[in-house]
């Protein structure tokens, strides 16, 4: 039982995201940096502690999908900053379907008519969330829209470069390849970004990379080892139902009836790809 709590409660602590990037009102690229260097950072750390050899960046297809990741958070801190927390944890979910596709595509899978179904679903449902918006780069609300789709398309492609590198590297040194690049590449913007974080910005900003980077993915591993990939998947689905939550708590968020009905489209055709594929 154990280990499904340890889904459970990674899942609630990643729906929390929302809540640290609105109360930060730091910078997109800030933000980004701080969440790359401290798991980089911690885990560079356990490497030098356990005299454990760092991995190659030789590896280029891990070293690929470290620049995407980089990229990826960009645009899903981006997602959170513009759009409403509620709406951008179910478009957030579109991934499935994407990595579906990209499966389909380099690993060899069946692209069938019943995933074909589901991805007809799944953009119907991203249509609806997004009905009553202006299509128009003016409108924050569907700039954000825009960014996290992107943020799940990419996190897609990565999803299947790891699986194909899982049985080479353990879960520490995926974490360190995942936040390598980006800790580099984002640090001249705290640099230049203006305002400078606050002490307690930087504070909050260390505590959220911690607690996502390092304890939400140390419990979903811990978790992993012990459950059926397809159970797991189906336990993140809480991620949606705490960050929904979290939303509504925290700033009053509403749920309209397209966002509920399609919401509703995203989720069961993710659902039901990671369950049968």
């Known amino acids: 039982m154990k280990h499904y709590l340890s889904i459970i409660m990674a ?45 190659s960046i030789n590896d280029k297809p891990m070293v690929l999908a470290s620049c995407l990741n980089a990229i990826r958070l960009f645009f899903y801190f981006a997602g959170y900053a513009y759009g409403n927390i509620s709406t951008t944890v179910i478009l957030l979910y579109t991934w499935p379907v994407f990595a579906t596709f ?83 590449a984002f640090f001249p913007f705290v640099v230049i970004n203006r305002p400078f974080p606050l002490v307690w910005q930087s504070g909050l900003a260390v505590t959220y990379a911690f607690l996502i980077g390092v304890v939400g993915f140390g419990l979903f591993f811990s978790g992993l080892q012990k459950i059926d990939a397809s159970r797991a998947s189906f336990l993140t689905y809480v991620e949606v139902v705490s960050g929904i939550i979290f939303g509504v708590v925290f700033f009053n968020e509403t749920l309209s009836w397209n966002i509920i009905a399609g919401g509703s489209l995203v989720l069961l055709s993710a659902l039901a790809l990671s369950r049968k594929g």
């Open 102 to 184: 990209w499966s389909c595509l380099f690993l060899g899978e069946t692209l069938s008519l019943y995933r074909l179904g589901l991805f007809v679903t799944t953009f119907s449902g991203v249509a609806l969330i997004t009905l009553n918006q202006t299509l128009s780069l003016t409108n924050q609300k569907f700039i954000g829209a825009v960014f996290i789709l992107l943020s799940a398309f990419i996190y897609s492609m990565t999803i299947v470069i790891f699986k194909k590198k899982s049985l080479r590297y353990d879960p520490l040194e995926t974490l360190w390849f995942q936040n390598c690049i980006g800790s580099f």
């Open 11 to 55: 899942a609630i602590i990643f729906g929390s995201s929302g809540v640290f990037i609105k109360t930060l009102d730091l910078p997109v690229s800030t933000i980004t940096f701080f969440r790359m260097a401290v798991p980089f950072a911690l885990m560079s750390l356990v490497f030098l502690f356990r005299k454990k050899t760092f991995p």
